[in-house]
């Protein structure tokens, strides 16, 4: 018998997340060298992992015949050091994406509905509709979240409202003072969930931490996977109300994070230097991109983030094009006049560039 057939109905319907393309897959699928394939894809760090957090990743494999510290007390102390915040206050995840879909656990099921935007982070839609729950998106104009839009969008069944500042794909952000008034208009029994995943890259990051103190049901998000250049090792983490954060915590694997992600990321947090050169390259990048398009007439969302969306005649043909010639993007179903780029080293970005210039000449 079909295994769907006693299924649970939803999950057919289920939408599958689409990742940005390995760079082995484009080599083997057009012939190219993959030394010579710049992936801009995912928004990864393009200097690589924290050379400290390599190395606490080299000394951790000895010990992996251990079982990893369920409770990853010393990265759970050293977040909760930084951020000035309670040991039970944090949760970490596989990945940030794992706090999503244990938000979704806890606070999502059939008959209740999930906020976001319509050109919001992918995942929390999907993880929305894996609980059985709706997701209602709410409309971008000009890119950026319409906050008002989704004040008005709350509902007697709603109970979460994601949103990232800044937020993927658009690269948009919102003032710290936005996201205090949206915070303090949200009925108690709604939980905001702010995506942080970029905030490492902005001057300034909204702090939303004096909200969680008095009370509020917020949870802040972070993910060692962009600055810090651990993407391939699986590490976020929110912090939030205690209550929050063990609720969430009842949801999770017991050992959710694994002994060499815990100790690369925890020697991360010290590597100031490199975080300092991830932010000043991508600064840079930035600046090279934007006057590029600006110089090939392409419009582009300005991006707080390490990447930009930029328009250009026919999205999927533009990816389509440039990963032939060894610069792989992100196309959007939802955006079909254009593409992300992840800002690369100088070189990757002048490269992108040039491939970008052949295809506009290539439909002249
Ligand atoms: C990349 C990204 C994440 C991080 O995902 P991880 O699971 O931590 O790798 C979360 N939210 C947004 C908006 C992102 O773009």
Not at 267 to 295: M, T, Y
Request: hydrophobic share 45%; charged share 20%.
């Amino acid at each position: 018998m079909d295994a769907a057939r006693f299924a649970r109905p939803h999950i057919l319907n289920q939408p599958v997340y689409q990742p940005g393309k390995p760079i082995a897959h484009v080599a083997r699928e057009f012939g190219l060298d993959a030394a010579r394939i710049d992936k801009l894809a995912s928004n990864e760090n393009p200097l690589g992992p924290s050379p400290m957090a390599l190395a606490a990743a080299t000394a951790a494999l000895r010990g992996v015949n251990l079982y990893p510290d369920g409770c990853c007390w010393d990265l759970n102390g050293k977040l909760a050091e930084r951020l000035q915040v309670g040991r039970d206050q944090l949760v970490l995840g596989n990945g940030s994406n794992e706090i999503l879909e244990l938000v979704a656990h806890v606070f999502l099921g059939p008959g209740t509905e999930a906020i976001m935007g319509v050109h919001g982070f992918a995942v929390y839609r999907l993880v929305t509709l894996l609980m059985g729950a709706k997701p209602v998106e709410v409309p971008m104009p000009g890119f950026a979240h319409d906050l008002a839009a989704m004040r008005a969008a709350v509902m007697p069944r709603t109970r979460v409202v994601f949103l990232a500042s800044p937020n993927n794909p658009t690269g948009t952000a919102h003032t710290e003072a936005e996201l205090i008034a949206f915070a303090r208009s949200l009925p108690e029994n709604v939980l905001f969930v702010l995506d942080e995943a970029y905030a490492e890259y902005q001057d300034r990051a909204p702090d939303l931490r004096p909200l969680i103190a008095e009370g509020r049901p917020v949870l802040c998000t972070r993910t060692f996977s962009k600055i810090y250049g651990l993407a391939g090792l699986r590490v976020g983490y929110g912090y939030t109300r205690p209550d929050i954060a063990a609720l969430l915590h009842r949801a999770r694997q017991p050992f959710n994070i694994n002994a060499v992600a815990q100790a690369a990321a925890l020697a991360a947090l010290d590597d100031d230097d490199f975080v300092r050169r991830s932010r000043e390259n991508n600064r840079a990048g930035l600046q090279q991109l934007a006057a590029g398009f600006r110089e090939l007439g392409l419009e582009h969302v300005p991006s707080e983030a390490n990447f930009i969306l930029v328009q250009v005649p026919d999205g999927a043909k533009a990816f389509q094009f440039l990963q032939a010639r060894g610069t792989i993007v992100r196309p959007f179903g939802d955006l079909p006049d254009h593409v992300r780029i992840t800002v690369g080293t100088p070189d990757q970005n002048a490269r992108g560039l040039a491939n970008l210039r052949t295809y506009l000449a290539s439909r002249a």
